[in-house]
């Protein structure tokens, strides 16, 4: 489940920060294909795969197998801090937040794509686990058959710049892109500062 929070658009020019994503370096292209997330000599590069992360994508992967996923469909686009957004929109989050920054990401799907079921491996809940935090937020324009998923919850209709909490940032999450126009999501994980 997710909890709306307020929303940020006066601290960020979301169509903007869309516009300009790829400005300096294309995107990240993820594929849910096992291979893609199972074999280290192809996974994205400053990803580390920690013995945890291992376990976590084995068993996800496992999951998608048994289900008989249609991984052609499940491809999507992220834009990582620095490379494709400035840290200070990141920072500003942070600030609004009240949360120290763990990472953040923007996530576009585009029209017959999806993200499917998971949870993030890099969600390791020894670290801090009783003070992290997740939130989401829509920045571009919602447009029909537009989904996420979180828990046992779909969302849909969002307005830009809404941000929601989870209310575990363990929750498991997917995304589908139905419509016709992509959809971009900006994510952040962080620590509390209260």
């Known amino acids: 489940m997710i909890n709306f929070v307020g929303n940020c658009n006066h601290l960020v020019n979301w169509a903007d920060v869309v516009v300009h994503l790829e400005d300096?370096?294309?995107?990240?292209?993820k594929r849910a294909a096992p291979e893609y997330w199972l074999d280290p000599t192809i996974l994205e590069p400053g990803y580390s795969n920690t013995s945890i992360e291992r376990n976590i994508d084995k068993e996800m992967c496992d999951g998608w197998v048994a289900a008989n996923y249609f991984f052609d469909s499940a491809v999507w686009l992220v834009y990582r801090t620095e490379t494709h957004y400035p840290k200070a929109l990141e920072d500003a989050i942070c600030d609004y937040l009240n949360i120290r920054v763990n990472w953040s990401v923007i996530n576009r799907v585009d029209p017959g794509r999806t993200v499917p079921l998971h949870i993030d491996?890099?969600?390791d809940p020894s670290q801090d686990g009783d003070k992290k935090v997740r939130f989401i937020c829509?920045?571009?324009p919602y447009s029909r058959g537009q989904v996420l998923t979180v828990s046992d919850h779909a969302?849909?209709?969002f307005k830009v710049g809404d941000i929601y909490q989870w209310d575990n940032y363990l929750n498991e999450h997917s995304a589908a892109n139905t419509g016709l126009t992509p959809v971009y999501y900006f994510s952040i994980e962080g620590f509390r500062n209260d």
């Not at 300096?24 to 292209?29: R, V």
């Open 24 to 29: 300096q370096h294309p995107p990240i292209l």
């Open 121 to 123: 491996p890099d969600d």
């Open 138 to 140: 829509q920045i571009s």
């Open 155 to 157: 969302y849909t209709n």
